[in-house]
């Protein structure tokens, strides 16, 4: 190995793993080098070394020639690597990698993992990981079957198709064509870390915030299409409006999308044709007319009309609304609720919205409500 390479590979592997470097001891005496460090993982991990034949040659104990391995990854059948922690051996096990790895971060809090899938017909929004007898009996860890009886069939061909789903990551390991997403190396989690960094929090935040931008933008460019279409020749376009009605898509439908959509995936998980009408009977008679009533008063508030104003408005404005919308949500949530699953709903319901918000922000920009 040229001399460019190896510096090469100390700098890296010293930039990313703190196991390799120099650190002081209680007596501030310096420790073993980066160098000697990863002489002695390249010797064993690329010829095969034994730790006892490097003890002379490296100064360096049985205890700390530990090369860096690979402890714990999920992948899928395609190969694609999608999570890989990472740490010394012998540090780590089956049972301590619970409490470091960044995979099970989320369990920690009390959520489990956005995966929806269907199973006989039912909806079932929550992941699961596929381990061995080892891990702790946790929900989300599911583990082969023991001590089955020779004609027990059914369960003896879930043993097989379970530890067979299991050697998909083996397999990935072993294919050059392998792509992961994310290798989580060991020093970018601690132990009392319920959430590891501020990469973590938006990870954790990003299906929020991506239903919240994108409501916004949408509310935002129906209400600039409404003003083109209705607007004089001579008029020029009503920005703080648009600022206003994206706003309130930012700030208050998006959130109440992602809360409402995981919510009736809940409570109702099926996508069968009964649960489907229930589904949106439900939400036309809660969510639709809270939300319409939610963004009159919104927009009126904001336009500086009292609270017996925003009353009448919602008295002229509201039931005219909400008829209208009989005539169009039903389809929108039919085709929402059947066919697209419980994490892209709330996108589905945004795009939709934008023919209705033109119609929205039509009714919100009209004159105040008269008592007369």
Not at 157 to 179: I, L
Request: proline share 4%.
């Amino acid at each position: 190995m040229s001399r460019s390479l190896f510096t090469g590979i100390v700098e890296e592997v010293t930039l990313h793993c703190a196991f390799f470097r120099e650190k002081k001891d209680c007596t501030e005496k310096i420790g073993i080098s980066p160098l000697i460090k990863c002489t002695s993982a390249i010797r064993q991990l690329a010829h095969g070394t034994v730790l006892d034949a490097l003890d002379e040659y490296l100064q360096m104990g049985h205890a700390t020639s530990h090369p860096f391995i690979l402890l714990e990854a999920v992948a899928l059948q395609d190969i694609w690597i999608w999570h890989a922690f990472f740490g010394v051996s012998r540090a780590n096990n089956d049972i301590n990698i619970t409490q470091r790895s960044p995979l099970l971060n989320d369990l920690k809090m009390g959520k489990a993992l956005e995966v929806p899938f269907v199973a006989n017909d039912v909806t079932y929004p929550w992941g699961y990981y596929l381990c061995d007898m080892i891990y702790l009996e946790w929900v989300p860890f599911i583990k082969s079957v023991i001590n089955l009886a020779d004609d027990d069939r059914k369960r003896l061909r879930y043993k097989a198709m379970h530890e067979a789903a299991r050697k998909d990551v083996e397999r990935a390991f072993d294919s050059k064509e392998a792509v992961s997403s994310k290798w989580y190396p060991e020093e970018e989690h601690q132990r009392d870390d319920l959430i590891r960094s501020d990469e973590e929090r938006y990870r954790i935040m990003r299906p929020l915030l991506t239903k919240s931008v994108s409501a916004g933008l949408i509310y935002g460019a129906a209400d600039l299409t409404a003003q083109s279409m209705t607007m004089e020749a001579s008029d020029s376009l009503n920005l703080i409006r648009t600022f206003r009605m994206a706003m309130f898509g930012l700030l208050i439908l998006g959130p109440a999308q992602h809360v409402w959509f995981n919510f009736l995936g809940k409570i109702l998980p099926k996508r069968d044709m009964i649960t489907t009408f229930k589904k949106l009977i439900v939400g036309q008679i809660f969510y639709g007319p809270s939300c319409t009533a939610v963004f009159f008063t919104y927009n009126a508030s904001l336009q500086g009309e009292s609270v017996s104003e925003i009353a009448l408005r919602l008295k002229r404005d509201l039931l005219p609304t909400l008829t209208g919308g009989l005539m169009y949500w039903p389809v929108c949530d039919f085709f929402t609720y059947k066919i697209i699953p419980v994490h892209l709903q709330p996108l589905m319901n945004s795009s939709f919205s934008f023919l209705w918000t033109i119609y929205l922000t039509y009714m919100a920009s009209l004159a105040k409500a008269s008592e007369a």
